[in-house]
């Protein structure tokens, strides 16, 4: 399994961006994917998730109502408007293979994680 991801860039307070993550190889319709971020001097953080056990999406609080999933067969898409300097870091899709139950987490982060894309900056700054 690999992931490519795209997007990203640097946007101003309040601005919009788009990352896109393609899932390719094998058995695609059996992983979750979603979104992890990583700010500089902070942990890491689950964004947002979906999967494929019952199309199930989650989303962290912290950018509940700006951020939204979606996901299109193996493309994973992570809409984020209104976005803040506190949004700035660098963001991973992830992925985690799942039968049966979700490996997406209610607080937007997939449980495992067993395969990363290369991570993608994002940065918000006037």
């Known amino acids: 399994v690999q992931l490519q991801a795209s997007g990203g860039g640097s946007v101003q307070p309040g601005g919009s961006l788009r990352l896109s993550c393609v899932l390719s190889?094998?058995?695609?319709?059996?992983?979750?994917i979603g979104w992890t971020r990583q700010a500089p001097g902070k942990e890491r953080e689950g964004v947002s998730c979906?999967?494929?056990?019952?199309?199930k999406t989650s989303i962290a609080r912290s950018v509940k109502g700006r951020f939204t999933i979606s996901r299109d067969k193996n493309t994973v898409t992570l809409q984020m408007n209104s976005l803040k300097p506190e949004d700035t870091g660098t963001y991973y899709c992830?992925?985690?293979?799942?039968?049966?139950?979700?490996?997406?987490?209610?607080?937007?982060?997939?449980?495992?994680?067993?395969?990363w894309g290369k991570g993608t900056q994002v940065t918000v700054s006037s």
């Open positions: 190889g094998s058995a695609l319709d059996y992983y979750a």
């Open positions: 992830v992925t985690q293979y799942e039968v049966a139950s979700s490996k997406c987490q209610d607080n937007g982060e997939i449980s495992g994680g067993d395969h």
């Open positions: 979906v999967s494929s056990v019952n199309d």
